[in-house]
């Protein structure tokens, strides 16, 4: 613990605050939705991200201590708050970045002010997204990041990312200049309104952003310790001989290709949750197995037209995309030969297709030699469907690095 502490002492001390920000304009992004403060700058890596998604209704008066891991380092921090599922503007007045000393406990000197076109405060307008202005100093990699923010007036849909598989804290009034966790005693499994983070690493440096469902959001592998699979990938990275330093992991429990419900769907939230991070170069897809399994008379034709139609818009933003094979998942309750038909047609498609600029093979890595429509026991998280630690492991370790060292199409 002592050494714990003392290794987040010493990254504290590189998140400094100084200097003076200028202000910025209202900016409409192409995908529908407003960007409030300067945006995103051609330096800027998204360093986290979750996927957005319509939350219960907000409480005024609230604050939220949020836990997100960096995955690449960088100076000039920026946060994006989210309130696109909103229905009305909601008004922050206090926002600061810290680094976790452990729980709701930031290390001594590390929590500083973040501004939005230079004020203290920030409202943002339903179905709009504010960026943070930069903020001085240099956020290391690989580091238990806290976001504290606290609103006055937060009522309506809240935006944010329901399944965490991390411990964030929440309270009453603003506590967010405080680096005790005196004051922080709720505990909370989600990340309310924050959405991205974003770093200016060095120059040449790009991200990958994995584009999913819940075995992408992380659900059965350990909570708080940073072991879903787009963990694991930027653990690999960070060590790899690479550009491509950033990750976001942009699962949501449920999401389906080609239908609201769990999320929009991958095809729907595209553009904000995947093309309009900063930096992104690489867009990995690894979704299907909810659009099968829900029996809703999807067919194999219909998730590759989707497929399609998701490669098609990365390559025309000029970013390059990487398909993977649907998993086994015989041994769950909606599991039927009909299902597996249709998993077996779609992954016979990516694994020749040229829509991809490559892919990798989740399905083969994780199926058991002995009953290749199952998981094999070893990676199975318990319910037949979700990997546990070592499954997410083995699929982040079967990406080939080289297909994400991409320029483009």
Same mark, same amino acid.
């Given at each position: 613990? *002592?050494?714990?502490?003392?290794?987040? *002492?010493?990254?504290?001390?590189?998140?400094?605050?100084?200097?003076?920000?200028?202000?910025?304009?209202?900016?409409?992004?192409?995908?529908?939705?407003?960007?409030?403060?300067?945006?995103?700058?051609?330096?800027?890596?998204?360093?986290?991200?979750?996927?957005?998604?319509?939350?219960?209704?907000?409480?005024?008066?609230? $604050?939220?201590?949020?836990?997100?891991?960096?995955?690449?380092?960088?100076?000039?921090?920026?946060?994006?708050?989210?309130?696109?599922?909103?229905?009305?503007?909601?008004?922050?007045?206090?926002?600061?970045?810290?680094?976790?000393?452990?729980?709701?406990?930031?290390?001594?000197?590390?929590?500083?002010?973040?501004?939005?076109?230079?004020?203290?405060?920030?409202?943002?307008? !339903?179905?709009?997204?504010?960026?943070?202005?930069?903020?001085?100093?240099?956020?290391?990699?690989?580091?238990?990041?806290?976001?504290?923010?606290?609103?006055?007036?937060?009522?309506?849909?809240?935006?944010?990312?329901?399944?965490?598989?991390?411990?964030?804290?929440?309270?009453?009034?603003?506590?967010?200049?405080?680096?005790?966790?005196?004051?922080?005693?709720?505990?909370?499994?989600?990340?309310?309104?924050?959405?991205?983070?974003?770093?200016?690493?060095?120059?040449?440096?790009?991200?990958?952003?994995?584009?999913?469902?819940?075995?992408?959001?992380?659900?059965?592998?350990?909570?708080?310790?940073?072991?879903?699979?787009?963990?694991?990938?930027?653990? *690999?990275? !960070?060590?790899?001989?690479?550009?491509?330093?950033?990750?976001?992991?942009?699962?949501?429990?449920?999401?389906?290709?080609?239908?609201?419900?769990?999320?929009?769907?991958?095809?729907?939230?595209?553009?904000?949750?995947?093309?309009?991070?900063?930096?992104?170069?690489?867009?990995?897809?690894?979704?299907?197995?909810?659009?099968?399994?829900?029996?809703?008379?999807?067919?194999?034709?219909?998730?590759?037209?989707?497929?399609?139609?998701?490669?098609?818009?990365?390559?025309?933003?000029?970013?390059?995309?990487?398909?993977?094979?649907?998993?086994?998942?015989?041994?769950?309750?909606?599991?039927?030969?009909?299902?597996?038909?249709?998993?077996?047609?779609?992954?016979?498609?990516?694994?020749?297709?040229?829509?991809?600029?490559?892919?990798?093979?989740?399905?083969?890595?994780?199926?058991?030699?002995?009953?290749?429509?199952?998981?094999?026991?070893?990676?199975? $998280?318990?319910?037949?469907?979700?990997?546990?630690?070592?499954?997410?492991?083995?699929?982040?370790?079967?990406?080939?690095?080289?297909?994400?060292?991409?320029?483009?199409?």
């Amino acid at each position: 613990m *002592r050494a714990r502490i003392a290794r987040a *002492r010493r990254l504290a001390v590189l998140l400094l605050l100084a200097g003076t920000v200028q202000a910025a304009p209202v900016h409409a992004s192409d995908d529908g939705f407003r960007t409030v403060g300067a945006p995103a700058d051609r330096r800027d890596v998204v360093t986290w991200g979750a996927g957005a998604d319509r939350m219960g209704d907000g409480v005024p008066d609230r $604050g939220y201590r949020l836990v997100v891991h960096t995955s690449v380092g960088g100076s000039g921090l920026r946060i994006r708050l989210s309130n696109v599922f909103g229905d009305r503007p909601v008004t922050f007045d206090s926002a600061y970045a810290g680094v976790q000393s452990a729980g709701a406990e930031l290390v001594r000197g590390s929590n500083h002010r973040l501004t939005f076109e230079g004020a203290n405060s920030v409202t943002v307008p !339903a179905g709009a997204v504010a960026l943070s202005d930069p903020l001085p100093g240099r956020v290391p990699a690989a580091t238990n990041l806290v976001i504290s923010i606290h609103s006055t007036d937060a009522t309506g849909p809240a935006t944010g990312h329901w399944m965490a598989m991390q411990t964030s804290y929440a309270t009453s009034g603003d506590h967010t200049a405080e680096e005790s966790a005196a004051n922080w005693p709720e505990t909370t499994g989600s990340w309310t309104y924050l959405d991205s983070v974003s770093v200016r690493p060095p120059a040449g440096t790009g991200a990958v952003v994995a584009l999913g469902d819940s075995i992408t959001d992380g659900w059965q592998s350990t909570t708080d310790l940073n072991r879903r699979w787009p963990d694991y990938l930027a653990r *690999r990275l !960070a060590k790899a001989d690479t550009a491509v330093k950033g990750v976001a992991d942009e699962g949501i429990s449920g999401n389906k290709v080609l239908a609201d419900g769990a999320g929009q769907s991958a095809l729907n939230r595209l553009d904000r949750d995947v093309l309009s991070q900063p930096g992104v170069r690489i867009v990995f897809l690894f979704e299907g197995v909810n659009d099968i399994k829900a029996h809703t008379g999807v067919t194999a034709q219909d998730l590759i037209s989707g497929y399609r139609e998701i490669a098609r818009r990365v390559h025309a933003a000029g970013k390059c995309v990487v398909g993977a094979t649907v998993a086994p998942f015989e041994g769950w309750s909606e599991w039927d030969p009909a299902a597996e038909a249709v998993r077996q047609e779609v992954n016979a498609y990516l694994r020749g297709s040229a829509d991809f600029d490559a892919v990798t093979d989740f399905d083969h890595i994780l199926r058991s030699p002995y009953d290749p429509e199952r998981i094999l026991p070893f990676f199975d $998280g318990g319910d037949h469907l979700h990997p546990n630690d070592k499954g997410m492991q083995a699929m982040a370790d079967a990406v080939d690095l080289k297909s994400l060292d991409c320029a483009g199409p």
